[in-house]
């Protein structure tokens, strides 16, 4: 009998983690193709994938055909698989991603209910897939699901492993505390080989925050930490290794300097405000951001094990956000391993509202319909301030900003649906909330955002982009083919590269500027400039201007005539 309810139970679980795969699939495959490539990182992340394949070398990473140590190889091997069985484009640069989250979602299901059971698990797969940044991640070709995904398994086994280790009364741990050493190395080795030894930073200072909190008490065994550092090692090593051997120690070294500029210098721009990530997180990873809230306080607990994982949740995310608080380049997607922290402590504080073991407070939902509401507004005021652009133009003192708005972009008005379902999200949420009614509230909240994500995705992101950089991209396509150069001026970009497809330049001189604008050139180059950083480039000899459109401005150098 008891084996009979085993295979009962096990089936269950089958039947529910398909499902949740295949409806991750509905909502994260369709329209991966139906937008550009975003500059800087989609763009750019795609481009090295491409090259890798044009060169036939996929040991080595590069862009504009040099090359690239800002990143480990192992995204742009998916890009590439990808790009081989679906052409190079938007939809296979953004279908590893789209992959991911198929994976992630049956993943924290998984994880949900093996800690806490059936009913966690399923929760956290709502809130994860059910909030908007870690949704959109999702559909987009940056290198983030994946490291995150890869991660947080890191973290999971070994908190098994200290669970098994230290006899925490959590029943169901089959496997030994050597084999969740192991899949918690091997995780952290994929995920060094995803994005960089940033992970292992993260899952070190995690650990050393919870020893301190754990009164400096030792809590894994030395050998333990041994093996985990030389199986992580191994599997990293199955590229840093062969890349050193080839060709020396300069991506090491040349990768180690970008980190420490990312740290200490404002990378790209990108300097924020000290409570950046905070922000991004509140507004970015919505709903899930506001319920995480209440789980940061005390409630009561089932076990040993319910204290304990919350706790290293909530160590993780003050580690993730306190690190890149610290880092000078304030990116939105730095902070994103916080989400997997911030949707478990939503999961958690309506598990904790349904079993009665975590307070309920009213303010959640007036903070909920407030940050919901500033979403669903700028939702709805799209398409208006989308079709009376033109009155907007004169009060806005950025001359390229007023070139984009220039677009000839087709607006119905319908798209304001998409704010208006937000809107009608919000409002029920609230109700059934006030009823007590928390699991429906929980699939209110997160379902009806996840739906908010797929309909802007299809409907007003396509849009958007064409005001941002569709012009320049139209550029670049129709210029695909025609043996000429193609470059920008004045400012940086990765979409003359990609959307061109770029050959390997014979003549290394095509990669100067000042050579490409006054040099012998021995066949057409083409210029891409913006209207507020043309006006220098326009007094070159030999230059000439062929047109304007949505603040961008293209040019063209012919070759000097032969005597």
Known sequence: MI??????????????????????????????????????????????AREMMKLHDYSRVYVNFQPFWEKPPMFFWLQTVSMRLFGIGEFAARLPNAVCGIVTLPVLYLCGRRIYG?????????????????????????????????SFLSFY????????????????????????????????????????????????????????????????????????????TAVTSTWYAYETLKNGPWFIEEFLRYQYRLFSTHDADQKGFLGYHYIVILIGCFPSSVFAIPAFFRGRYEGKFDRDFKVWMIILFWVVTGLFTVVQSRIIHYSSLAWFP??????????????????????????????????????????????????????VHDRFAQGNMEAQV???????????????T????????????????????????????????????????????????DFFIAKRGEDCYMNVLGYKSYAQLFYFQKEKP?????????????????????????????????????????????????????PPEKP
């Open 506 to 558: 014979v003549n290394p001189d095509s990669y100067l500027e000042a050579w490409l604008l006054r040099g012998n050139i021995d066949k057409p180059a083409y210029f891409v400039s913006k209207v507020d950083r043309v006006d220098n480039y326009l007094q070159t000899p030999g230059l000439r201007e062929l047109y304007r459109k949505n603040g961008f401005v293209f040019l063209r150098r012919d």
């Open 118 to 150: 059936h009913r966690f698990g399923l929760l956290w797969a709502l809130a994860y897939g059910g909030s908007l940044f870690p949704n959109m991640y999702f559909k987009s070709g940056i290198i983030d699901p994946w490291f995150n995904l890869f």
């Open 157 to 232: 086994f070994f908190i098994l492993y200290h669970w098994k280790r230290n006899g925490f009364d959590k029943p169901g741990l089959e496997a030994s505390q050597l084999g969740y050493v192991l899949a918690s190395a091997a995780c952290m080795g994929i995920a060094i080989l995803i994005k960089g030894q940033v992970a292992l930073m993260v899952f070190l200072l995690t650990l050393g925050v919870y020893w301190i909190y754990n009164r400096f008490r030792i809590y894994f065994n030395w050998w333990h930490a041994l093996l985990f550092l030389v199986v992580a």
């Open 426 to 473: 919000l409002w029920f949420g609230v109700r059934l909330l006030r009823k007590g009614a928390f699991g429906q509230a929980a699939l209110c909240y997160f379902g009806g955002t996840a739906v908010v994500v797929f309909l802007a995705s299809a409907i007003i992101v396509p849009k958007v982009e064409r005001y941002s950089q569709g012009a320049a991209i």
């Open 342 to 395: 911030v949707s478990f402590l939503a999961a958690y504080t309506f598990y904790g509202w349904e079993r009665g073991s975590l307070a309920r407070r009213k303010w959640v939902s007036v903070l909920a319909a407030s940050i919901g509401g500033i979403i669903a507004l700028a939702l709805l005021a799209v398409p208006w301030l989308a079709t009376h652009l033109n009155r907007l133009i004169p009060y």
């Open 410 to 424: 087709p607006w119905t008005g319908w798209e304001s649906l998409v704010g208006l379902l937000l809107v009608l």
């Open 3 to 48: 084996q009979s309810m085993q295979r009962k139970t096990g089936w269950t679980k089958l039947k529910i983690t398909l499902a949740i795969t295949g409806l991750a699939a509905v909502f994260f495959l369709p329209f991966l193709g139906r937008v550009h490539l975003f500059d800087w990182d989609e763009i750019n992340f795609a481009e090295c």
